[in-house]
């Protein structure tokens, strides 16, 4: 069983950033993929970003490439997801998922995830 726990969530002013956590507890994370979504009121959840838990290269959602930073610092067992640059159209519940596997295509689709976390709140205000 893999369970991921956010936190970091917040209140922040149009410009600023935060920078979330995502906890994976869990056997065996070597093939594990950890995903960041994000549904605001009314919308769908939409993908943000993904990483593989032994690191490397980030994947994003193409609006939010040069704001948001996705990382698995070596030894950590978090990832982090910077953001940057907030808007007031980045507020919304963000959520970690993680699902095993290294097929790219996969990361980009909510359904590909079987582990969710109870998400946490971005409140950016304008």
């Known amino acids: 069983q893999v369970q991921p726990v956010e936190s970091g969530g917040g209140l922040v002013q149009a410009g600023g950033s935060l920078r979330l956590s995502c906890t994976i507890s869990?056997?065996?994370?070597?093939?594990?993929?950890v995903g960041w979504f994000r549904q605001a009121p009314g919308k769908e959840r939409e993908f943000v970003a993904a990483?593989?838990?032994?690191?490397?290269?980030?994947y994003y959602a193409d609006s939010l490439k040069g704001r948001f930073a996705i990382s698995r610092p070596s030894g950590s067992d978090a990832v982090y997801l910077q953001m940057n640059s907030l808007k007031p159209d980045d507020t919304a519940v963000y959520y970690c998922?993680?699902?095993?596997?290294?097929?790219?295509?996969?990361?980009?689709?909510?359904?590909?995830?079987?582990?969710w976390g109870q998400g946490t709140q971005v409140t950016v205000s304008s």
């Open positions: 990483i593989r838990w032994r690191g490397g290269t980030g």
């Open positions: 998922a993680s699902r095993q596997g290294y097929n790219s295509a996969n990361y980009y689709n909510a359904k590909n995830y079987p582990y």
């Open positions: 869990g056997r065996d994370l070597s093939s594990a993929v």
